[in-house]
């Protein structure tokens, strides 16, 4: 069992950027895949990122490459997503969660943490 606790969301001006963290629970989070996922206001989970227990491999959302950056610290067990050039349609509460690499999906379906808001308006 992995437990997460997102922060570093908030507003921002488009063009703007955030840097979120997940800090997670767990003896062995360093064999996790980790993943970011958003949910829109309204709106399904969607997928934005995802980095192997391999720490050399991510994996992006189309949507997001070349913007978004996902990495970790497994000493710290913690994972981060830094975010750049941010738009309005970024707007949503991000969360971390396992996941499945190379599928854009969270390991387990309806485990979702709390969640960090980021918002995105002029």
């Known amino acids: 069992q992995v437990q997460v606790l997102e922060s570093g969301g908030g507003w921002v001006q488009p063009g703007g950027s955030l840097r979120l963290s997940c800090v997670a629970s767990?003896?062995?989070?360093?064999?996790?895949?980790m993943g970011w996922f958003r949910q829109p206001s309204g709106k399904e989970h969607e997928f934005v990122a995802a980095?192997?227990?391999?720490?050399?491999?991510?994996e992006y959302a189309d949507s997001v490459k070349d913007r978004f950056t996902i990495s970790r610290d497994n000493e710290k067990n913690t994972v981060y997503l830094q975010m750049n050039s941010l738009k309005p349609e970024d707007t949503a509460v991000y969360y971390c969660?396992?996941?499945?690499?190379?599928?854009?999906?969270?390991?387990?379906?309806?485990?979702w943490g709390q969640g960090t808001q980021v918002t995105v308006s002029s």
């Open positions: 969660a396992p996941a499945v690499y190379g599928a854009k999906r969270p390991l387990y379906l309806d485990s």
């Open positions: 767990g003896r062995n989070f360093r064999l996790y895949t």
């Open positions: 980095i192997h227990f391999n720490v050399a491999s991510t």
